[in-house]
T-cell receptor, first 112, second 112 residues
């Protein structure tokens, strides 16, 4: 059982480039989330999806977009990366929006 | 700004000492969750509190939700080296769009 899988594990990206972080879960969870983790700031919610076909903005959505075409996948796209988007990105899922969240292993992204 | 605040940011304790981290919100929360993240790892769910004044225990860990549902605490009795990590609270309420917003976390170091 894989649970929740993120790819890539790490990436160095030139500023201005487009990048998609992938997230797949095999638990048939309805809700999925993207967080970024920065030292001293904890985890901040970027975007979420309560169910397939719907998405919503979290605390820090600017510069990011998401889609939820099916239950399993929730990709996060940076249209034009900037250095301030250097962070560790975690994808998570939960059976319902107000239940226990399961996190992926994270993607370490460096924008130079 | 950060919706959910946590203190302290860092805590060093001698093995066997107790540890407490506090989580505070300026507005009423409907639910609060607690997670633990080991160094280099991903957040792992510990517990969820829903009721005003609720207290839950997991072995040496005691979780409490305040009467006004604006604050919460995690207390660890007689810390062990396996308790090392960062502890996050995550609060949900109308002001967070009914999504969980994480606190800034408390990093616990246990000195053997």
């Amino acid at each position: 059982i894989a649970g929740i899988t993120q790819a890539p594990t790490s990436q160095i990206l030139a500023a201005g480039r487009r990048m998609t972080l992938r997230c797949t879960q095999d638990m048939r969870h309805n809700a999925m989330y993207w967080y970024r983790q920065d030292l001293g700031l904890g985890l901040r919610l970027i975007h979420y999806s309560n169910t397939a076909g719907t998405t919503g903005k979290g605390e820090v959505p600017d510069g990011y977009s998401v889609s939820r075409a099916n239950t399993d996948d929730f990709p996060l796209t940076l249209a034009s990366a900037v250095p301030s988007q250097t962070s560790v990105y975690f994808c998570a899922s939960s059976s319902m929006p107000n239940t226990e969240a399961f996190f992926g292993q994270g993607t370490r992204l460096t924008v130079v | 700004g950060q919706q959910v605040m946590q203190i302290p940011q860092y805590q060093h304790v001698q093995e066997g000492e107790d540890f407490t981290t506090y989580c505070n919100s300026s507005t009423t929360l409907s639910n609060i969750q607690w997670y633990k993240q080991r160094p280099g790892g991903h957040p792992v769910f510990l517990i969820q509190l829903v009721k005003s004044g609720e207290v839950k225990k997991q072995k040496r860990l005691t979780f409490q939700f305040g009467e006004a549902k604006k604050n919460s605490s995690l207390h660890i009795t007689a810390t062990q080296t396996t308790d090392v990590g960062t502890y996050f609270c995550a609060g949900m309420g109308w002001h967070t769009g009914n999504q969980f917003y994480f606190g800034t976390g408390t990093s616990l170091t246990v000195i053997p």
